[in-house]
């Protein structure tokens, strides 16, 4: 079985300071995607950023990048300059490539930016 | 404007009734989920689609039941055997050709039970 952990219910950050949700996933697939999902106050899930498990470069969208270690199993989301609207819920997510698309979602991270 | 969407967006419901939870989705996405949220549980799968006149039970399936009939819609329907069916409720939807592409999620369905 596939399992996402989130060990952070809940994180604060000053605005503009840099945060760090961590993420750890246990799977015996050697190819499988990741996943960071937001969910803000209005309850409607974004997709932050994604990562492909083969490939050894770490993605980056804007403020938002991640710290892939394959062998750890570990999938960390970092925000740079945080504002106050990355004040939300945030989920790490896992797929398997070969299978129909089932997601595995971890317990969330409450993140508040403090003004 | 190309999205999910779900209705209604708060439902009431008494118990031993049966709901219906609406989600269209005009994506031409192939595959669809339904997703229970509750506090400090993240989102639990309860049941997914893949293709018309398909579909897979999730992991707490017990207590609900679906159809698709048409590509654009999967609707959920709580029974009155669900035994807490207050909930956050989210559908989904991606293309089924590569795991890459990201679940796109409709604004959600919030049910309470008197």
């Known amino acids: 079985a596939q399992t996402v952990t989130q060990s952070q219910p809940e994180m604060s950050v000053q605005e503009a300071e840099t945060v760090t949700l961590s993420c750890t996933y246990d799977t015996s697939e050697s190819n499988y995607y990741l996943f960071w999902y937001k969910q803000p106050p209005s309850r409607q899930m974004i997709l932050v950023i994604r990562q492909e498990a083969y490939k050894q470069q770490n993605a980056t969208e804007n403020r938002f990048s991640v710290n892939f270690q394959k062998a750890a199993k570990s999938f960390s989301l970092k925000i740079s300059d945080s504002q106050l609207g990355d004040t939300a819920m945030y989920f790490c997510?896992?797929?398997?490539?070969?299978?129909?698309?089932?997601?595995?979602f971890g317990t969330g991270t409450s993140l508040t930016v403090i003004p | 404007d190309g999205g999910i969407t779900q209705s209604p967006k708060y439902l009431f419901r008494k118990e031993g009734q049966n709901v219906t939870l609406s989600c269209e989705q005009n994506l031409n996405h192939d595959a669809m989920y339904w997703y229970r949220q509750d506090p400090g549980q993240g989102l639990r799968l309860i049941y997914y689609s893949q293709i018309v006149n398909d579909f897979q039970k999730g992991d707490i399936a017990e207590g609900y039941s679906v159809s698709r009939e048409k590509k654009e819609s999967f609707p959920l329907t709580v029974t009155s055997a669900q035994k807490n069916p207050t909930a956050f409720y989210l559908c989904?939807?991606?293309?089924?050709?590569?795991?890459?592409?990201?679940?796109?999620f409709g604004p959600g369905t919030r049910l309470t039970v008197l």
């Open positions: 997510a896992f797929i398997k490539s070969n299978t129909g698309n089932q997601f595995y």
């Open positions: 989904a939807s991606t293309i089924r050709r590569t795991s890459l592409n990201e679940q796109f």
